[in-house]
T-cell receptor
């Protein structure tokens, strides 16, 4: 049982580049979300989805795009990377009445 | 909007002793969930304990227990018989139960726990 799988684990980008962080879960969870974790600020919600075809913005959505074409996958796209997006990114999934399960995170550095 | 506050950026405890981490939250809702997550240096987010707001009884999981004071909007975590493996960042989190379909979690800024041998 893989749980929540995030790829890649580490990535270095140059300013202006685009990339996609992948997130997949095999637990048939309807709810999936993306967070960023910065020192002293805890986890902040970027985007979330309550089911295939349904997404919504969280607290810090600017510069990020998401889609949810299947229940299993919830990729996060950085459209034009900026140094302010240097962070650790977590994907999580859950059902309505159960706690979130987290992936292992992606450490992203933007030069 | 709901908020979660962890006022202790860092705490230390002697091995085998007891430590309490504080968390307060603000909400106008009456039905919600509260969580404590542990993040060790490996960066994984591990669920420690969960509390449903409608339950008056405080949740316990082995050496971990909470003191849930709904009227005071307080949700502290007590770790008994502290072990070196308890050293980690601890996050308090809130999730509404009243609005089906949102599932938004709100996290505090975390408390770093050091365990001294």
């Amino acid at each position: 049982n893989a749980g929540v799988t995030q790829t890649p684990k580490f990535q270095v980008l140059k300013t202006g580049q685009s990339m996609t962080l992948q997130c997949a879960q095999d637990m048939n969870h309807e709810y999936m979300s993306w967070y960023r974790q910065d020192p002293g600020m805890g986890l902040r919600l970027i985007h979330y989805s309550v089911g295939a075809g349904i997404t919504d913005q969280g607290e810090v959505p600017n510069g990020y795009n998401v889609s949810r074409s299947t229940t299993e996958d919830f990729p996060l796209r950085l459209l034009s990377a900026a140094p302010s997006q240097t962070s650790v990114y977590f994907c999580a999934s859950s059902t309505r009445n159960q706690p979130q399960h987290f992936g292992d995170g992606t450490r992203l550095s933007i030069l | 909007a709901q908020t979660v506050t962890q006022s202790q950026p860092e705490m230390s405890v002697q091995e085998a002793e007891t430590v309490t981490l504080s968390c307060t939250y603000d909400t106008s809702e009456s039905d919600y969930y509260l969580f404590w997550y542990k993040q060790p240096p490996s960066r994984q987010m591990i669920l420690v304990i969960r509390q449903e707001a409608y339950k008056q009884q405080n949740a316990t999981e082995n050496r971990f227990s909470v003191n849930f004071q709904k009227a005071a909007k307080s949700f502290s975590l007590k770790i008994s018989d502290s072990q070196l493996g308890d050293a980690a960042m601890y996050f308090c989190a809130y999730r509404s139960a009243r609005v089906p379909g949102t599932y938004k979690y709100i996290f505090g800024t975390g408390t770093r726990l050091k365990v001294l041998a």
